[in-house]
Nanobody, 117 residues
Framework: QVQLVESGGGLVQPGGSLRLACAASGSIFGDIYVMGWYRQAPGKQRELVATIRSGGFTNIADSVKGRVTISRDDAEMTTWLQMNSLKPEDTAAYYC??????????WGKGTLVTVSS
């Protein structure tokens, strides 16, 4: 089994910051290609927030560019999402994602981020 466990979500005021963490564990067969974060707001499709590949290449969604930083520790199989200057529209369930080079894809259960005064 492969498990992704997110943490760090919660309630934050507009303009505040949060750092989400995702730790992978279990029987992972194959090299980890991409780790990243997606989010899904009520009534909307799940959308990309940020991803980071093995070599450090990052892909950041335009909606959060400049406010979000993604990092990764291969040895710990952990990825972090630092979010600053949060806006109410950032409110969503944030899901950790892991993609292996062999195509295997795994998702966490999500952590809720609520941005409200």
């Amino acid at each position: 089994q492969v498990q992704l466990v997110e943490s760090g979500g919660g309630l934050v005021q507009p303009g505040g910051s949060l750092r989400l963490a995702c730790a992978a564990s279990g029987s992972i067969f194959g090299d980890i290609y991409v780790m990243g974060w997606y989010r899904q707001a009520p009534g909307k499709q799940r959308e990309l927030v940020a991803t980071i590949r093995s070599g450090g290449f990052t892909n950041i969604a335009d909606s959060v560019k400049g406010r979000v930083t993604i990092s990764r520790d291969d040895a710990e199989m952990t990825t972090w999402l630092q979010m600053n200057s949060l806006k109410p529209e950032d409110t969503a369930a944030y899901y950790c994602n892991l993609v292996l080079r062999n195509g295997g894809t795994y998702w966490g259960k999500g952590t809720l981020v609520t941005v409200s005064s």
